[in-house]
């Protein structure tokens, strides 16, 4: 079973969209299994966008994600970290498709509303930095 690290970023979160993402993905059928309203560290942060390091793009994010509080999370179901890249969409939201996240919702990159873990390796990486094994729920979803 694959799990995936989502995170309504700032934007969404001051935007009030954190329930419209999060109800995309509850009706896609996805199981839910962690969630923490939180505010990232510098330090996190760092962890997080470590790939990103040394772009332009770096300082203005770390002080964007860190400026106030996130929405982060972990889903869990097959294929689930193509499914919900998919329903994210592309980036750029000029290159999302039309009825992704993005597309609908966002128009800068900058401020894309929500990041999603891209292969199985960050996603583990990723869920590693928000969340406790213990802070994941372990349940059936009978429906
Ligand atoms: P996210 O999925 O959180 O991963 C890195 C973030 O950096 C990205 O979403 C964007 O919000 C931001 N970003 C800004 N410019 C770029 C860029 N040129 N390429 C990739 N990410 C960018």
């Known amino acids: 079973m694959e799990r995936t690290f989502l995170m309504v970023k700032p934007d969404g979160v ?3 969209l954190i329930g419209e993402i999060v109800s995309r993905f ?3 059928g ?7 309203f939180m505010r990232i560290t510098p330090e996190i942060a760092e962890r997080h966008y470590a790939e990103h390091i040394g772009q332009p793009f770096y300082p203005p994010l770390v002080a964007f994600v860190t400026s106030s509080p996130v929405f982060a999370m972990v889903w869990q179901g097959d294929n689930v970290i193509g499914l919900t890249r998919a329903m994210i969409g592309k980036t750029n ?11 609908d919702y966002a128009i800068h ?7 999603g873990s891209d292969s199985v390796e960050s996603a583990k990486r990723e869920i590693d930095i928000f969340f406790k094994p213990e802070e994941l729920q372990d349940y059936t979803q009978s429906i």
């Open 14 to 16: 001051q935007r009030g």
């Open 109 to 115: 990159t900058n401020f894309n509303l929500i990041h």
């Open 30 to 36: 996805l199981k839910l299994v962690a969630a923490k």
């Open 26 to 28: 509850e009706r896609k």
């Open 93 to 103: 939201a000029l290159d999302a498709a039309p009825g992704t996240i993005r597309s």
